[in-house]
């Protein structure tokens, strides 16, 4: 029997590693997603939370009487809103406008402070990067986590997810893949996974108009076409957290591709996931039929993380007007098509040397 928790953010990490069936019967391989949705703040970000404040906490820099700030898509909002109020402390979180409704209810509910504004260019002051950390600097009072460039987000994962990882695919895990915002998640898994087995393949997967594939493959951050509706994920800079990442191999995927994927699991599977989830979960699809046995190669077991619950994301990739809005049909392309595209067009999948 477990002992009991004392407070919520004793709840964080050890999640369950589920296989996706439908997809691993497609594809002949053992595709799985890492449940981060089962966190208490319900997404990946509960762990990065929880180590920047326990590390800020033994250094001395966060201190009784003090209170956090951070500026946040949503997920690592909620994650520290869990931990401050678990912890004692207050939490102001700033936040650019345009994120998905769910995340601002969740972030208040929890008991932090929600300031929103508007969505400009990092290059702009006023971004919520540096309105937090302005926040910071002009009152003794906050302690700012900094995710992007804080290294305790990814030692998060470098000592709790990636060994989780690790021992519930007994040693035997081929493939990992993951998208990127701050790179801890990506960054300290893949560092970890490196250092026990050489062999294990990396995937770092892009949407639309973010510059990671174009960084990894060319050197500078230049943004592909388009945009993406996925919230969190894809930077034009590089951070910390993003350099303590091994990266085999990159891949740019559509957002109508990650809607496909994402009514299938659904449908198939009784699995919702949120957009980032989605694309995570494409990009498994895509390296399986790459390196698996449909084009040769030996059955795969590939890892990536279902990264916060899939109703965050419902205003977006489950709302028909929204998708409208965005020109995305999701009757247009059966799963069966899209893995026939995906089989017809083997180069979207580039290696790269970086970590």
């Not at 936040?95 to 508007?118: F, N, R, S, W």
């Not at 989830?277 to 494409?282: K, P």
Request: proline share 3%; hydrophobic share 35%.
């Amino acid at each position: 029997m477990h002992r009991s928790s004392s407070n919520l953010s004793e709840l964080i990490g050890n999640t369950p590693l589920l296989k996706i069936q439908s997809l691993s019967k497609l594809t002949g391989c053992d595709i799985y997603v890492k449940c981060e949705f089962l966190n208490p703040g319900g997404s990946v970000k509960d762990r990065a939370a929880l180590q920047m404040v326990k590390d800020a906490i033994e250094s001395g820099e966060l201190t009784p009487g003090m209170s956090i700030v951070e500026g946040t898509a949503g997920n690592t909002g909620i994650g520290l809103a869990i931990v401050a109020k678990s912890l004692g402390y207050d939490l102001d979180v700033v936040m650019p406008k345009g994120q998905t409704k769910e995340k601002e209810e969740m972030i208040e509910l929890h008991g932090a402070k929600l300031h929103l504004v508007d969505a400009v260019p990092f290059s702009n002051q006023a971004h919520f990067y540096h309105t937090a950390r302005q926040m910071a600097e002009q009152n003794p009072k906050y302690w700012w986590a900094n995710q992007f460039e804080n290294l305790s987000n990814a030692k998060a994962h470098f000592e709790h997810t990636g060994p989780e990882i690790y021992q519930q695919t007994d040693k035997e895990i081929d493939v990992f893949v993951s998208v990127a915002g701050t790179g801890g998640t990506l960054g300290g898994i893949s560092k970890y996974l490196k250092s026990q087995n050489s062999n294990i393949k990396t995937v770092a997967v892009d949407p639309d108009g973010s510059g990671i594939l174009n960084y990894l493959t060319q050197g500078k951050y230049i943004a592909t076409e388009g945009g993406s509706f996925t919230e969190g994920i894809g930077i034009m800079r590089l951070v910390e957290n993003f350099k303590q990442a091994k990266i085999d191999h990159a891949i740019n995927l559509p957002d109508k591709d990650i809607v496909t994927v994402a009514n299938y699991v659904r449908q198939q599977d009784a699995l919702v996931l949120g957009s980032s989830s989605a694309l995570n979960v494409t990009a498994a699809l895509y390296s399986a039929l790459q390196f698996g046995p449909l084009n040769g190669g030996a059955k795969q077991t590939i890892v990536t993380i279902a990264c916060d619950l899939g109703e965050r994301s419902k205003s977006k990739l489950y709302n028909p007007e929204f998708l409208a809005s965005k020109n995305i049909d999701p009757s247009s392309q059966t799963i069966q098509q899209l893995i026939k595209t995906y089989q017809d067009n083997n180069s979207l999948l580039q290696s790269v040397d970086f970590g």
